[in-house]
């Protein structure tokens, strides 16, 4: 057999052999398998899966999962209008999936509770508008209620880089306000700071 022959047969042997791996591996790996693993780990969209991340940690699902005890010095409400071991709904949108969650009521506080923005120490955009902030978790605030606009650095660690963080005070409130125990998209959390009593109702 003469070169170009040997040549020929070579070429159509190599097909042969490519080709019967390429069915071997749709017959174990099929297709379907590949775009369902694809759409999971978000390989299929590396953008959309990290704008996900994103959204669900400037969303508060960086709140720890147990809240941990009351700051020192704050004082138990005498007589709240939810008790310790309630179980309500809750009407704040503090996080996704809170607004309408049912809760358990864990702990109720007389205090001035705060709305306020920080720059996390951790580094990022500013927060606005966090809610909520008790006076015992400011430092050295001096006597309550503190004015809009003033400048505080904060001791409570509702969010990795709080602690430390400085912050402004947006607006306050003298409600009640609470610890509450509830599941969140998943998330089982205790002792999460805080409710005030505006963004409760009854459970029916």
Do not use: C
């Amino acid at each position: 057999m003469n070169a170009a022959g040997r040549l020929a047969l070579y070429g159509a042997g190599l097909a042969v052999a490519f080709g019967g791996a390429f069915g071997l591996a749709g017959v174990l790996v099929p297709d379907s398998l590949v775009e369902a693993w694809s759409g999971q780990s978000g390989m299929s969209d590396h953008g959309e899966g990290a704008d996900e991340m994103t959204a669900q940690r400037s969303g508060g699902m960086d709140h720890p999962a147990d809240g941990g005890p009351p700051p020192a010095g704050i004082r138990a409400a005498s007589d709240p209008a939810y008790p310790v071991g309630t179980e309500v709904v809750l009407a704040a949108d503090h996080m996704p999936g809170m607004d309408g969650a049912k809760a358990t009521i864990s702990g109720a506080f007389d205090t001035t509770a705060y709305s306020v923005t920080y720059t996390p120490t951790t580094g990022g955009d500013p927060v606005t508008g966090h809610r909520w902030v008790v006076h015992e978790e400011l430092e050295a605030p001096g006597p309550a209620p503190l004015a809009d606009g003033t400048a505080v650095v904060l001791r409570a660690e509702h969010a990795a880089g709080m602690q430390s963080a400085a912050a402004t005070i947006e607006s306050s409130t003298d409600e009640t306000v609470y610890m509450v125990d509830l599941e969140v998209d998943g998330m089982r959390m205790t002792n999460h700071k805080w409710v005030v009593e505006s963004e409760i109702r009854p459970a029916r």
